[in-house]
């Protein structure tokens, strides 16, 4: 912690309602589906929730790797590995959106600096 927030305090209590055991398939290529089941305190699989599953990949950019992530519509392992190159595309496709904007916004505070003589 940094100085000033010796009074803040980080919660660190798992929430025992909300627990999902991870399964993860890949193919080594384009990318990964992670399978969360959901499971009881104890382990034991709870069947009255849905799993979920989260479909990851990376691109390689100048700056290095981008990671991508997004979550799939599916029930079972072959429906989301069927979802995955359109959610993959789409997750894509926000982010690099999302750095347009963020280029556009840099773009405008350089803008902003421009010195004008005889103004101050």
Same mark, same amino acid.
């Given at each position: 912690?940094?100085?000033?927030?010796?009074?803040?305090?980080?919660?660190?209590?798992?929430?025992?309602?909300?627990?999902?055991?991870?399964?993860?398939?890949?193919?080594?290529?384009?990318?990964?589906?992670?399978?969360?089941?959901?499971?009881?305190?104890?382990?034991?699989?709870?069947?009255?929730?849905?799993?979920?599953?989260?479909? &990851?990949?990376?691109?390689?950019?100048?700056?290095? #790797?981008?990671?991508? =992530? !997004? %979550? /799939? +519509?599916?029930? &079972?392992?072959?429906?989301?590995?069927?979802?995955? #190159?359109?959610?993959? =595309? !789409? %997750? /894509? +496709?926000?982010?690099?959106?999302?750095?347009?904007?963020?280029?556009?916004?840099?773009?405008?505070?350089?803008?902003?600096?421009?010195?004008?003589?005889?103004?101050?």
């Amino acid at each position: 912690m940094t100085e000033g927030n010796e009074n803040e305090t980080i919660d660190f209590t798992v929430d025992q309602d909300n627990l999902y055991r991870e399964e993860s398939y890949t193919d080594m290529k384009a990318g990964a589906v992670r399978r969360l089941v959901p499971v009881y305190p104890d382990g034991s699989e709870d069947r009255s929730r849905t799993p979920v599953f989260v479909g &990851t990949t990376q691109i390689l950019t100048p700056q290095g #790797p981008l990671p991508i =992530q !997004a %979550a /799939l +519509q599916a029930n &079972t392992l072959k429906e989301a590995l069927a979802a995955f #190159p359109y959610s993959m =595309q !789409a %997750a /894509l +496709q926000q982010v690099l959106e999302e750095l347009e904007q963020m280029q556009a916004q840099t773009q405008e505070k350089e803008d902003s600096r421009i010195i004008i003589p005889g103004r101050e």
